[in-house]
T-cell receptor, first 115, second 114 residues
Framework: DTGVSQNPRHKITKRGQNVTFRCDPI?????LYWYRQTLGQGPEFLTY????????KSRLLSDRFSAERPKGSFSTLEIQRTEQGDSAMYLC?????????????FGPGTRLTVL | QKEVEQNSGPLSVPEGAIASLNCTYS??????FFWYRQYSGKSPELIMS????GDKEDGRFTAQLNKASQYVSLLIRDSQPSDSATYLC??????????????FGDGTTLTVKP
């Protein structure tokens, strides 16, 4: 069990560019979540997958955001036409349907800076 | 009103003291409750989970849950400087339809002074 991994760890981009982040969950976990966290705030839910199905998207997730989880393994989060307001830490978490119930384990995060 | 509220910080305690962190939540259907620790610039790290009313102890940490009062707390005994961090309370509705989506408070920053 190597834990949840995320790549890249840091991303600096110019406004208007597209960026893509990757998350590899704990191998036996079938649920995967994306959150966004800004300074001084708790993580905000963006979207989650059960296996390959995207079951819920937050209203925070505008049309510029898209997430995929092909084959129910790793997931990608893409932000198109980035804006300065997108600067944040993007966190991925995974959990198992079974025990321990609903317990989510977080990856190290991807810090996005939009110039 | 936020769905999950934590007592405003920062909280400062001397080394060896008990630190008490509080959290209230608005949805009575909430089933799972978690405390995470987050060091500056790092991601949240799970400390405790609690699902039933009462106390749950794990080492120096004790989580307390009162569903009737919609209240969950975390006590840290014998606080150490390494406990200095932001503590996040997370609440899940649980069940298949909600699948453990977590709602977080904004955290309470704890400083333990040597």
């Amino acid at each position: 069990d190597t834990g949840v991994s995320q790549n890249p760890r840091h991303k600096i981009t110019k406004r208007g560019q597209n960026v893509t982040f990757r998350c590899d969950p704990i191998s036996e976990h079938n649920r995967l979540y994306w959150y966004r966290q800004t300074l001084g705030q708790g993580p905000e839910f963006l979207t989650y997958f059960q296996n390959e199905a995207q079951l819920e998207k937050s209203r925070l997730l505008s049309d510029r955001f898209s997430a995929e989880r092909p084959k129910g393994s790793f997931s990608t989060l893409e932000i198109q036409r980035t804006e300065q307001g997108d600067s944040a830490m993007y966190l991925c978490a995974s959990s198992s349907h079974d025990y321990p119930r609903d317990t989510q384990y977080f990856g190290p995060g991807t810090r996005l800076t939009v110039l | 009103q936020k769905e999950v509220e934590q007592n405003s910080g920062p909280l400062s305690v001397p080394e060896g003291a008990i630190a008490s962190l509080n959290c209230t939540y608005s949805d009575r259907g909430s089933q799972s409750f978690f405390w995470y620790r987050q060091y500056s610039g790092k991601s949240p790290e799970l400390i405790m989970s609690i699902y039933s009313n009462g106390d749950k102890e794990d080492g120096r940490f004790t989580a307390q849950l009162n569903k009737a009062s919609q209240y969950v707390s975390l006590l840290i005994r014998d606080s150490q400087p390494s406990d200095s961090a932001t503590y996040l309370c997370a609440v899940n509705l649980g069940g298949d339809t909600n699948a453990g989506k977590s709602t977080f408070g904004d955290g309470t920053t704890l400083t333990v002074k040597p």
